[in-house]
């Protein structure tokens, strides 16, 4: 590294625009060969997008961009990958009907003749998953793997196009406590043998324990880059945020009264045949807050469908305030005083080209007030919008602009206006946090602790265990379609909690 | 006993071959658009283009080799319509085929009066100029196969060599192996920097050219002219065949020859047995119906089937 170029990958003053958002603001990086770099940021500060741009994905409006030194011109990700960049995206790129050696291969296959030769592509596959410590069965169908190993079925593949750098985004959201540690020794290999990577993440103490270098992105732009032995994680989170934020959840001690909700043997099976729900018995009470842990894909999602009235159960039950609600759909439970935070926001949440007015009374459309005998009482759902806009602070304040045009925190804002307006006495909140910036974490946080003071039951699921250990008030932990246990969140460590959650 | 045994026998199947013959050609052709991930309901439609096309060159050149040509470059310019139509500007692809469908009922009829004054049908060609017989040298002297294989038109071996045609290029070549990502998942082939758009335009391109093929049989091969109409729905019913084949190719060969099968035993029964002619011949249309009914919901599509790709929103 004496006299080759002083930065491996150099961004400057790149601008992206999607239609009037300035998705990537005049973005200036450099990251130095044979090096860790972290790029960190809310959601929505602009990394994903910067990273796409790197690898060709999108196209830049503005600005250059030099590999090696040399500014070059990326048309597309053939040409990203012919430069030695490779990406692993935040949501995988993988053919799940296709075998993990032909995922692999896809776009650089050896040939025999006209023939794809397998046996030679198998070979390499297995080579480089012995050199680089990614075990993983060549001859799996990808959407069979567990997400952990599709993850190294994503690195192996930037690794056969022969990249030099890696991009890794967010590659830790979806993974246990264990994944994350191997991935971090893996990626500690890769940089040993050569290899400059550049990871995307929001979670602090991953990037204060991995990486050499910090950048920080804001807004689309880029506040500040410093070397990680300097940083600390409060003064990484101002500068995230743009102000100081409290880290952690402040509340008092919960006092739940009688049972609101009670959930007893319920059992789901999905259409497949496999176990979604396996005998899940559960109360919450007035005023407290049951968290779910548990890492994505264990059930959770089918739990909250259960118990919103979106999936009947196959057997067991589904209480509220005694009463047995099984049977009854959304409409009827909502009307029983059940609100549901979805867990993915765009496609259950909202109709992204509806107007936030619009919005705001989904699944209120064929009640009075909303609606008259015939017609929608225009007037009352103006007044109602506006007010909503104002007490959850959803920005910006326009309530005839279209879903869509909002931030995922103002989104979910709008949501949990909606949801909450009604004083509900139970709350089902799936991953409320998710795709949200700090702020509004802190302020979707609170409403939810608020409601809970007010006497509501609250069942939160969380991919996030810093948010299943500040927000709940009972926490249970959720592996494959079952509670294996319940655990106390003032006690209990983030290793007892991620060996639960991996069934350990 | 005896009715029973003149409807199924050994020429009864060889019936099956020629009728699954175009049902085979269009079939593998959706199966190329549809693996790539477009949806492509205008078979019917280009089977009437390449059947019209066939008859009409013949009639004007008196050669079927020429109008066969020209009826598998009909099936290529209407399906690059609709390749335009749905992966240039990401047009609905159910309201692009069905567009070429209706499009296609009516343009055969004008053309037809205009070149021949006849809206019916195109001008009976002699024998000679519709595509000859063949027979394979060897299978000549063997008793079963002789009578299943011989006599056929050049096009029903074409179609039967393309279904391990179709099968090697599509799981064993790069080609292959590609369209099936981009119809599966577009983004991440787009990632390892293969062309979506390529990929998609060379699937129904050749879903176009294969249809075409499939219609010239109709009308220069089992017919000697172009009627209205000749294809009678055969392109849907090749369609049915991809989703009961489950979009594998030996599948769709198998599930044609089921439907080709059954249009060859209604013929048969035509006659021999005493119900009305009509109801016999609803038969295969009947068996799609129920085979589809009873079926379609457990067949898996590629997964991107029928959404135009779009990176940017
Ligand atoms: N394909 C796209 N089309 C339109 N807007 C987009 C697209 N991708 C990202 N955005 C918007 O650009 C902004 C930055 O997004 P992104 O780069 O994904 O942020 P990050 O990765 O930091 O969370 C967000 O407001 C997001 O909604
Ligand atoms: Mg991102």
Redesign the interface.
Known sequence: MTDGPKYAIEMRGVTKRFGALVANDRVNLAVAPGSIHAIIGENGAGKSTAMNILYGFYKADQGQILIDGEVRSIEGPSDAIKLGLGMVHQHFMLVDTLTVTENIILGAEPLSGMAIDFAKARARVLDLSNQYGLQVDPDARVGRLSVGQQQRVEILKTLYRGARILILDEPTAVLTPQEVAELFSILRGLREQGKTIIIITHKLAEVLALSGNITVMRDGKVIGGLATKDATASELARMMVGREVLLRVEKREAEPRSPTLSVQCVSLKNPDGGVALYDVSFTVREGEILAIAGVEGNGQTELIEVLAGLRRPDSGEVRLDGRNITPLGPHERKSLGVAHIPEDRRRRGLLLDFDLAENSILGLHSDRPVSGAFLLNKQFITARAERLVKDYDVRPPDIKLAARGFSGGNQQKLIIGREFDSKPKLILAAQPTRGVDIGAIEFIHRKIIELRDAGAAVVVVSAELEEVLSLGDRVIVMFGGRIVGEVDPKTVTEEELGLMMTGG | METLTSIINLSLLASMVRISTPLILASLGGLYSERGGVINIALEGIMLSGAFTAAAVTALYHNPWIGLIAAAGAGLAVSFIHAVASIRFRANQVVVGAAINILFLGVPPLMSGALFQSTGSTPQLPREQTLPDWNIPLIGQVPVLNQLFSGHKPIVFFALAMVPVTY?VLF???FG??L??VG??P????????SVERMRYAGVLLSGLLAGIGGAYLSIGQNSLFTRNMTAGRGFIALAALIFGKWHPVGAFLACLFFGGAEAISIRMQGVVAIPVQFIQIIPYVLTLVVLAGFIGRATPP?AIGQPYV???
């Open positions: 090697y064993r070549t790069r192996l590609r099936r990502a599966e998942n983004e991440a082939a787009d990632t390892a920097g293969i997964r990176k940017e929103k």
